[in-house]
C-alpha cells in the first residue's frame, strides 16, 4: 500500500521548525511519508535535513512594518513560490499540509487551496501573527497553543493543541548533566536562555551581575551564535555556550530555575519540564509584542514570574530571582495541577480528522 504524504512548512525562525521536528517520530511511527517545503536562506533547512526529511525550497518574500524596497519586489516572490510549491504539491500528492507559520509557509498554505489538500495551522504565540493572519481563511482546521488564542480565530476552526514538545528534551538526566557542565549537585543550578539568536540586552545585564550570581547559583548561560564572552572562559560555577544539541535535555535536567524570554515553544518546553521561570520577554521595540502576552498568559495561570526589558538591570534581576526563589513551589505546584494532554497527540487527531483520501 502507498504510504500517505505529508507535507511540513513553516519557517524563518528556529520556533516555526521546532513544533513540526517534534510530530516527527510520532507521524513515522504512524506510516507517514514526510516532506518539507521551507526557504532556501532560513534555519529550516539544516535542522529538517538533520532529521533525514527530504526538503524542497521555494521562493519567499516577507511583509515588512518598515519601509524597505524589499516592499515592492517581495509580493512577487511570494507569487513565484506559490507556482513552485502548487508544482511540489502536485508532484508529492500530499493527503494533508501542516504549516507551523513564518512568510515561507504563506505561498504552501495558499497553494494547497487551490490543490483541495487540506491544510492544518498552528499558532504558537497567544495572538495570530501577520503570516498566519493571512492564511487563517485556507485552513481546515487552526491549532492554538493558549487558551486565550481561540479568541482570536475564526469559529468552528480553532483547536485547542498546546505547542509539541520534542520528547528527548523530556528524558535528560540530572546526573548526567551536571558531570557534563562541571556542576556539583550541593548548589542550585540557573539556567539563562535568551532564545535562539540570543538576547544582547540580557546577556550584558547577566555578566554584569555575575558575581552577585555566582553567590547563589551555578550558572548556564545559552548566549546566542557569535555572543561568547572569552574573557569568562574557565570562570569557576559559570558555563557559557552559543546554543546546546543533545546535551540540552541533560541540562535542562540539571537546572533548577531558568530565566528565558517568552517564546511560546520555550515556554512549553518549561511547563512540560515543571520549571519555575523568570520570563523576561522581547519588548515592543524589538517585536509585535507576542512575547509579552505569551509571558502575561503564564503569569496569570500561575506558571512563572516576569520581569520587563524595560525594567531589566542588576538589581532588578536579583530581585526578581528571588522572588522566584520564593513563589517555586506555588509554581511548580500550579504546573504539576494544570491540564496535560499531549500536544503531540492532539496535533496528530486534528491531522487525522481533515486528511483526505489516498
Not at 548526567?176 to 550541593?186: A, D, I, K, P
Not at 572569552?230 to 540540552?248: N, P, W
Request: hydrophobic content about 40%; overall charge positive; charged content about 20%.
Amino acid at each position: 500500500m502507498q504510504p500517505k504524504t505529508l507535507v511540513l512548512t513553516g519557517g524563518g525562525t528556529a520556533g516555526h521548525v521546532m513544533p513540526n521536528l517534534a510530530l516527527v517520530p510520532r507521524l513515522r511511527e504512524q506510516g507517514w511519508s514526510l516532506h518539507y517545503l521551507g526557504s532556501s536562506g532560513g534555519p529550516e533547512r539544516g535542522l529538517v535535513q538533520s532529521q533525514g526529511i527530504p526538503f524542497h525550497a521555494i521562493a519567499t518574500g516577507k511583509l515588512r512594518r518598515y519601509f524597505s524596497w524589499k516592499n515592492f519586489t517581495d509580493p512577487f516572490r511570494v507569487i513565484w513560490g506559490a507556482l513552485q510549491a502548487f508544482f511540489l504539491l502536485g508532484k508529492l500528492r500530499p493527503e494533508a499540509v501542516f504549516s507551523k507559520g513564518g512568510f515561507v509557509a504563506v505561498p504552501v498554505v495558499y497553494a494547497a487551496f487551490i490543490r483541495r489538500i487540506p491544510v492544518i495551522l498552528h499558532e504558537s504565540d497567544l495572538t495570530p501573527g501577520l503570516a498566519n493572519r493571512l492564511c487563517l481563511r485556507f485552513c481546515r482546521r487552526i491549532c492554538a497553543s493558549f487558551p486565550e488564542t481561540l479568541e482570536h480565530l475564526p469559529p468552528g476552526k480553532a483547536v485547542l493543541t498546546g505547542t509539541p514538545v520534542r520528547e528527548e528534551l523530556l528524558k535528560g538526566d540530572r546526573n548526567s548533566g551536571l558531570n557534563w557542565l562541571g556542576f556539583t549537585s550541593e548548589k542550585a543550578v540557573l539556567l539563562i536562555m535568551g532564545g535562539s539568536q540570543g538576547a544582547a540586552t540580557l546577556n550584558r545585564c547577566v555578566r554584569s551581575t555575575l558575581t552577585r550570581l555566582r553567590e547563589l547559583y551555578q550558572v548556564v548561560h545559552l548566549c546566542g551564535p557569535g555572543r561568547m564572552d572569552s574573557s569568562l572562559e574557565g570562570l569557576a560555577g559559570y558555563r557559557q555556550f552559543e546554543f546546546l544539541g543533545g546535551e540540552l535535555a541533560d541540562v535542562f535536567a540539571a537546572s533548577d530555575r531558568v530565566v528565558s524570554r517568552a517564546g511560546a515553544n520555550s515556554l512549553f518546553e518549561l511547563l512540560a519540564l515543571r520549571k519555575p521561570s523568570l520570563l523576561i520577554p522581547l519588548p515592543l521595540t524589538a517585536s509585535r509584542g507576542d512575547q509579552i502576552l505569551n509571558a502575561q498568559s503564564f503569569v496569570r495561570r500561575g506558571f512563572a514570574a516576569m520581569l520587563r526589558q524595560e525594567d531589566l538591570n542588576e538589581d532588578s534581576l536579583l530581585r526578581g530571582l528571588e522572588t522566584l526563589e520564593g513563589e517555586s513551589e506555588t509554581l511548580r505546584r500550579n504546573m504539576d495541577a494544570a491540564e496535560h494532554s499531549s500536544a503531540t497527540e492532539n496535533v496528530l487527531r486534528v491531522i487525522a480528522s481533515v486528511m483526505r483520501p489516498a
